[in-house]
């Protein structure tokens, strides 16, 4: 049974730092590449960004450039999502996924395994 954890939302200000992370139970993840995609409030789930298997390879929503950084510690078959300068339009539930290939992708009918999620609220 694959199952996959999120931890570290919450309530932050803006301008705040956040760390998300995401172990992996199951099955060892380290071939796979993983991703962090976020769902407000009456909108559809969307990329954040992802990792290739080794962590050498990124890629990030345009809208998150910059302020975030995914890395992954395959020891420990977690990948973890650092979120600096929060905006309250960041707001959202935060959600890991792994794909079943090491390359990197965008679309979340890449991923087959998916966490519960995180809240993540930043107040303006």
């Known amino acids: 049974q694959v199952q996959l954890v999120e931890s570290g939302g919450g309530l932050v200000q803006t301008g705040g730092s956040l760390r998300l992370s995401c172990t992996a139970s199951?099955?060892?993840?380290?071939?796979?590449?993983m991703g962090w995609f976020r769902q407000a409030p009456g909108k559809e789930r969307e990329f954040v960004a992802t990792?290739?298997?080794?962590?050498?390879?990124?890629w990030y929503a345009d809208s998150v450039k910059g302020r975030f950084t995914i890395s992954r510690d395959n020891a420990k078959n977690t990948v973890y999502l650092q979120m600096n300068s929060l905006k309250p339009e960041d707001t959202a539930v935060y959600y890991c996924a792994v794909r079943s290939f090491s390359g990197i992708s965008s679309q979340k009918n890449d991923y087959p395994y998916w966490g519960q999620g995180t809240q993540v609220t930043v107040s303006s």
């Open positions: 199951g099955r060892t993840f380290s071939s796979y590449a």
């Open positions: 990792t290739n298997w080794s962590g050498g390879g990124t």
